[in-house]
């Protein structure tokens, strides 16, 4: 009897797997430097506010950084999720016709701080002003394409260096085309760079930051619109360009898309604000957010207390933690509702939790608004803006 002793296909499945937990570690080792950086600057500003509590510039300026690094922490955080849920098709898209120039002007103008930091020309190609390309899909989700595509030009490109954005249309199809003079990408990697713990090489400055997962979620985003991209390099140190092709609307109809949210509300009255989180610190700090923008807050650590105090105070707004011992967010919103002093208040979650599970089981419970910490504050702000305080 004859045995087939052939182990190629055996070899190369245990090459691929050996290159693809290299490539993970490689990624969480990546992961753990970047999530330590901002913790460095953050320490030693908490430090000098300490000793220095009565210097109001030295207090404004390392406030300041305490901010930068912690937005850039969120952002960290908020990029590992948002690919984890698009890459599982988790994302629902809310698709309609939209202005894929506009679109990519509100991305050009995301990064355009990146941009003017490293000195970089941006240039765009879009036809003229008055012309409205409508493509079917998800205005915040494509402006992520674009955003992410950008910011990889800007970062692999050297300071001083050009990048472009073209727009072209045929009959069927608008293709955007990003490109730059940059470091450009190896042969041996190049078809590699949409997939998942995959980054190029790094310059001793780690000038590059990031974790690397923008054209995974980019890939993912552009196929869930019916689209095509492509990455184009003629090697190391010879530039990038990377084209995303999407179909055309069916229809020409105008754009009616607003501006962000809150952009341009008039200031509202102020509201009477029940805060209740078991973080001391966090509830501290919010209350202190809030109290500067004119309202009237009163906040708690512990839920049951809050409950007891709620028919007497019955605020315009309650802002609730999720996750606190002995009573949750979602239960303590309930027995909120329950009173009758309390049933016409607006009901805000502020939670560490984002997942669309969590944000279904927070609309379940009754809230009206779901945040994830560390929270926007001009978004916060905004969602108070638009409430009119109670008639009592």
Known sequence: MLYNTDIHEKKLAEDALQDANRRKDEFLAMLAHELRNPLAPISAAAQVLRIAPGDAAKVRSFAEVIGRQVNHMTSLVNDLLDVSRVT???????????????????????????????RHLLSLTLGP???????????????????????????????????????ELDDAHARVTVSD??????????????????????????????????????????????????????????????????????????????????AGAAPGSPLSLMLVDDNIDAVTMLAAL?????????????????????????????????????MDGYELARRLRAQPACRGALFIALTGYGQQGDRELTRQAGFDHHFVKPVDAGQLLAALRRRAPRRR
């Not at 500067?292 to 933690?321: C, K, M, Q, T």
């Open 88 to 118: 599982r098709g988790m994302v629902q898209y809310e698709k309609a016709e939209i202005d894929l120039r506009g679109a990519i002007l509100s991305a050009a103008e995301q990064v355009h701080p990146l941009v003017e930091a490293r």
């Open 129 to 167: 002003d008055e012309t409205k390309v409508q493509v079917l899909g998800d205005r915040a989700r494509l402006i992520q394409v674009f955003a992410n595509l950008l910011t990889n030009a800007a970062k692999y490109t050297a300071a001083g260096g050009r990048i472009g954005v073209a727009l």
């Open 181 to 262: 003079n940059g470091s450009g990408i190896d042969a041996a990697l190049l078809p590699h760079v949409f997939d998942l713990f995959t980054q190029g090489a790094r310059t001793p400055d780690r000038a590059q930051g990031g974790l690397g997962l923008g054209l995974a979620l980019a890939r993912t985003i552009v196929l869930a619109h019916g689209g095509r991209i492509q990455a184009l390099s003629e090697g190391a140190g010879r530039g990038s360009r990377f084209a995303v092709e999407l179909p055309l609307a069916a229809s020409a109809a105008a754009d009616e898309d607003g501006g962000p949210d809150g």
């Open 290 to 326: 809030l109290a500067a923008a004119g309202h009237r807050v009163e906040s708690f650590s512990d839920p049951r207390s809050a409950l007891a105090a709620a028919p007497a105070a019955a605020p315009d707004v309650f802002i609730l933690d999720i996750g606190m011992p002995g």
